[in-house]
């Protein structure tokens, strides 16, 4: 299945964090989520072949990269309050994603 | 407003009930419709995913999509305890941007 890690994570505001993900046997493309607390996930962005293919709404400080074993980093860098969340990773086939699988998450506390 | 909306609940119902839960939508550029479980501490699971109206069914759940209205459903039959987990509507565009309702926190009682 799909891995992250760390589990969990404390920073401080203004630092720089990398979050890491394992995708799924045979899945080459991965999206990452952040979900606040009660809050449904947001999507951050997807990679497909090494390449960025589709961005939500966040801003440039949230970026990514995938490997060429199809696993994945999310770096936020100037860290604020409010990044600290739940942040998913989700790994499917064929660079649309309708059918993802996620991992279990890392929780980011930003003090 | 919201692309997508979800009644938060939270829901309870007895074991054995249907279980009805609903989103609506604002974009009529939404091609897919997906709905997630979550339980508690975990990552979403996949429960089923549809890109046309009409409906979907696999065993005890079904997934309905209304493109006219801009709602879909997820019924749940013979609901159980091991039900009991927060369920997440989340529907794509071209382009590949995902958006994700706030969730419905069930709770199934034996």
């Known amino acids: 299945g799909v891995t992250q890690s760390p589990t969990h994570l404390i920073k401080t505001r203004g630092q720089q964090v990398t979050l890491r993900c394992s995708s799924q046997?045979?899945?080459?493309?991965v999206s990452w989520y952040q979900q606040a607390l009660g809050q449904g996930p947001q999507f951050i962005f997807q990679?497909?072949?090494?390449?960025?293919?589709g961005r939500g709404n966040f801003p440039p400080r949230f970026s990514g990269l995938q490997f060429p074993n199809d696993s994945s980093e999310l770096n936020v860098n100037a860290l604020e309050l409010d990044d600290s969340a739940l942040y998913l990773c989700?790994?499917?086939?064929?660079?649309?994603?309708?059918?993802?699988?996620f991992g279990p998450g890392t929780r980011l506390l930003v003090l | 407003q919201k692309e997508v909306e979800q009644d938060p609940g939270p829901l309870s119902v007895p074991e054995g009930a249907i279980v009805s839960l609903n989103c609506t939508y604002s974009?009529?550029?939404?091609?897919?419709f997906m709905w997630y479980r979550q339980y508690s501490r975990k990552g979403p699971e996949l429960l089923m995913y549809?890109?046309?109206?009409g409906n979907k069914e696999d065993g005890r759940f079904t997934a309905q999509v209304d493109k006219s209205s801009k709602y879909i459903s997820l019924f749940i039959r013979d609901s159980q305890p091991s039900d009991s987990a927060t369920y997440l509507c989340?529907?794509?565009?071209?382009?590949?941007?995902?958006?994700f309702g706030t969730g419905t926190s069930l709770t199934v009682i034996p």
């Open positions: 989700a790994s499917s086939a064929g660079g649309t994603g309708e059918t993802q699988y």
């Open positions: 046997s045979g899945h080459n493309t």
């Open positions: 549809t890109y046309s109206s």
């Open positions: 990679y497909y072949r090494e390449e960025e293919n």
């Open positions: 989340a529907m794509k565009v071209a382009g590949n941007q995902f958006y």
């Open positions: 974009n009529s550029a939404f091609q897919y």
